[in-house]
Each structure stands twice: as C-alpha cells, then as structure tokens.
C-alpha cells in the first residue's frame, strides 16, 4: 500500500460477522510466503469512523519501527493493519490531541457522529434522528430522558434483561450491564457524576491538554434563562450513555471478528511451509479482538506476542477464576496459553475514558458495590492491568525499557509517562503513538533489542 511508513504492509479488511476480504487474505499468504518473512506484526485499531482513519493510525504507530530496529539481525518484518467495521464519537481526543469543536457548538449529536450511528445500525435512522432531537432540546421533563433511554435500548438491540448471562459457565462481563435496565434518570446521573470527574482530573493535571473554551458543558447546555436546568447534567449523562450503549455493541462485535474472523486466518499463517512468528498488538476495542483471535486459531496454533494498548475489557478476562464470579472463567481464561512470549497490558492513570467512565458501563444489576467511579471490580485491562492471573509482573515503563525482560507470561506496564494527554470524555484513551511504545512491542517480540 503506497504512502505507508513501513513495508511490506498488508491490509486485512473483516465485515461485521467476521468475514475477511478474501482476496486481500489470499493475497497476504502468497505474499508473505515468498517473502519468507521471520516477523510478521498484526495490529488492530480501535473505533474509528473510516477506513483511512483506521489506516492512519497504523501508519503512526508503525512510523517509529524502522528507525528503532536498526540493525536487526536477520529479521525480516512485515505489518498487517486490520480493519474492523466500528464508530468512534466526533467529540474524542484522537491520538491525544482534540477534535476542535466549531464555534457556538450544541453538546449534542454533530454530523459526523450521527451519520456513523446511521452507518454502524442501518435501518434505524428514525431512531438516530429523534436521540438528536432529545440531545439538543435538553428538555426538563423526566419523560424525555424517559424515552431516550427508551430509544437507545432500541437502536443497540439490546435482548433480555439486564444482568449475568444465564449460562453459568458463560464469562461475566457477556452478559448485559445495568445501564439498560435501571431507571434511565439514575444511569444518566452516574455518567454526569464520571464526567465531571474526569473533567476535574483533567483540569488538575499540569501536562494535560486544556478543554475547549466552554468545557464539557457548553452553551447549549444552558436554559432559555442563560442558567443550568435542572436536568442540565443529566443529559450529559443521557449523551453518555448513548456512546457507552454504542460501544457495548461494538466491544461484542470485536469479539466475533477476532474469534471468527482473525484467528482463523493467524492459523493460515501459521501452516505456511515457513511461517513467520506472529506478534498481535491492540488498541482499546482492538485489544479485544486480538485477545479473542487467539480463541480462534486452530488446535496448537500459537503466536509469538500480544501486546494490549489501553485494553477496553475486563481486567479479569484472562483470570483463570476472576474473584467476582467464583467458579466460572474469565472470557479468555484459557486464551493465554496460545501466546509463546510475552503477553504485555499497557495501562495509564490519564484514561479516564476507561478509569471513570468504563466502570459505570460496565456494572451488573444488584451489584451491592458502589456505582460511581473508582469501583475496581469492573475495571478495565488499560486502567490498571491485569488481575488474577497468578505470577503476572508489574513494571514501570523505564524497567520495561531498559532492565530484562520476561520472555513468557503476564507484564502489565504502566505507560502514564507517555500515554497521558487528552481532554474529556476519554482523557489519554487515544495517546497511543509513541516510540516508546513501538519499543516496548519490538521488547515483547524479542527483535533487535535484546532481552
């Protein structure tokens, strides 16, 4: 692919249900066989609206890696971006930097934003329009926040009640979280309280990027009076809780197309006559889908490193019994065994996307823990690393960088040195192109750097 950073690149394009492109696939197993190539990098980006938004951000964070191999020994590399169908909201940091909010902007649903809801749940551009409507009326009658809730359980596809999945043996966080269940003007109120959280963690840090002029809560959050309503913080709740309910969707939709679609095409690569070794890299919902691709390979496929960048899942996916559901595994409690080397969690104190928000999303009903956040029990994998797996390590970058590194098992990094720029809602969610961290992949992967 021209004006890429790095080559051989490949692409590998997956529709909703996990189906590959068949051609680029095809073409990516000729290819790297007659390359005979020793590495071969496969990284998964996060929600992105577009395909060369998606593509953009693999070219970033791959830009680094030829320079930092240098002289790598007989290591011959090539990359994969895979390209997932996913959304982001037009209102996040992207890359750390954020978007530049036109003048007099409503805090509700802007053009880009809404035609990728249109695009990611076709059929239901009623539904889309009359949340816009709501969003940008802010009106002070609880009906309406009422029927926004209505409206967001509709346009998900949200079946059955909220709560555990009713196969015992089923992981935990599959099942369907409080938010669609409970009174809608209390779920909006929790996302209220996490937002204006992550805005003062914001605004108290001296290295983090300022707020747009008016904040999270600008002009058009106000009255007719010039003064906050008494609903004026629910509904930036209720915005949350639509993108939260958005990316729900998406966060099972990475699941299938890492199981369904990934994993069986690694396997491929791993039945060629000279199979390079494979190194798997995730961002956010991409870490997802790299984790459960290794649900998918074939009987005794494996790959050589995972590396997870701001981890968008439980903590305790990969806990052989994680703590708050005795006797059942965590979703990928099994998984870890396919990875060779090294399985790296990249985590940062600056994600409030994943710090404050993602607790909130996450939390079943009848949960007798707190609501707000700092509740760890439904902590995500980027906020804090992982949990319950024995005999895990935990390391600062600076160790991870320069003192030894382990060759197999878990390593949780904290990487808030570099990943920590971002305003809300999502705070450092999207920091993620660093030298540091294209070094900490090549680490993981043991190519030309050493142990």
Known sequence: MTGMSVRPY????????GDVDTRQRDRLLEQTAQRELTDLVVFSHSWHNTRAMATRLHDRFFAPFPELLGEAGPARLGYVGVVWPSMRFADESLAGFPREPAPGARPGLDAETRAALEAVFPGRRQIVARLAELLDERSERLAALDEFGVLVRGLVGVRGEPGP???PSAPEEDGVPAMFGEDVAEVCERFAAALAEARDKTDTEDHALPLPDGGLDGPGSLDGSGRPGRLHGLWDGAHELLRQSTYYVLKRRAGTVGRGGLGPVLGALTALRSAPRLHLIGHSSGAR?????????????SVASLTLLQGAFSHDAFAETPPHATGR???????????????VACHSRHDTGLGLLYPVASRMPGDDASALPGDTRWGAIGYDGVRGVDGSRRLDLAEALDGPFPAEGWVSVDVSEVVRHGVPPVGAHSDICHAELARLVLRAARIGSGP
């Open 329 to 343: 595994p965590g979703a990928l409690g099994a998984a870890a065994h396919r990875v060779g080397g090294p399985v």
């Open 289 to 301: 889908l790299v984790s459960y691709a290794l649900t998918g390979l074939p009987e005794r496929a």
């Open 165 to 167: 999945p009713a196969d």
């Open 10 to 17: 490949w692409e590998l394009r997956f529709d909703a249900d």
